[in-house]
């Protein structure tokens, strides 16, 4: 298993939990951390086995779309 690291950057506090419910129901992964950052984005970091965490990182996109605006994602 290969650890890896999926960010997701969403305006505001609403799109960040619908992209975290999502994403952890997606695939078995890790919240690690939510971090609000200036300006009102809000980060959050999934932990997990690189599929695992793309699949999460895309349901979690696709979610938060939805409902805010989405600033930025990546898995590394």
């Known amino acids: 298993m290969k650890p890896a ?3 997701i950057e969403m305006l505001g506090f609403v799109g960040v939990t619908e992209a975290a419910d999502a994403a952890a129901k997606a695939a078995a992964i890790e919240l690690s951390a939510v971090e609000k950052i200036d300006g009102g984005i809000i980060s959050i970091r999934f932990l997990g086995d690189v599929g695992a965490v793309q699949a999460a990182v895309e349901a979690g996109v696709e ?3 939805q409902v805010g605006t989405l600033v930025a994602h990546h898995v590394i």
């Open 5 to 7: 690291l999926g960010l």
């Open 63 to 65: 979610a938060a779309q």
